[in-house]
Nanobody, 115 residues
């Protein structure tokens, strides 16, 4: 059993910043990558940022230059620093872990960007 615990969501004004964190625990074997996805109301879930165990990253075009993903392999944690937030960033953000025996999801944390 793998558990992903997300934290750091909330309400922020446009132009502000938030930092999301996700800690993985349980029976984890051979993590390949950790990612953040988001899902806005009425929209499909989309990849925001992904980082492999080796440190390679990729970002959605909409967040490039504003968001930064990082991870601590020893602690099995991943973080997402979100700067210059826009109203269109409003969504539920989900942590995702890809490992040898499957893919795991967190329960999500709400991010609302509004004045």
């Amino acid at each position: 059993q793998v558990q992903l615990a997300e934290s750091g969501g909330g309400l922020v004004q446009p132009g502000g910043s938030l930092r999301l964190s996700c800690a993985a625990s349980g029976s984890i074997y051979s993590i390949y990558a950790m990612s953040w996805y988001r899902q806005a109301p009425g929209q499909q879930r989309e990849l925001v940022a992904r980082i492999t165990t080796g440190g390679s990253t990729n970002y959605a075009d909409s967040v490039k230059g504003r968001f930064t993903i990082s991870r601590d392999n020893a602690k099995n944690t991943v973080s997402l620093q979100m700067n210059s937030l826009k109203p269109e960033d409003t969504a539920v953000y989900y942590c995702n872990l890809e490992a040898l025996f499957g893919v795991h999801w967190g329960q999500g944390t709400q991010v609302t960007v509004s004045s």
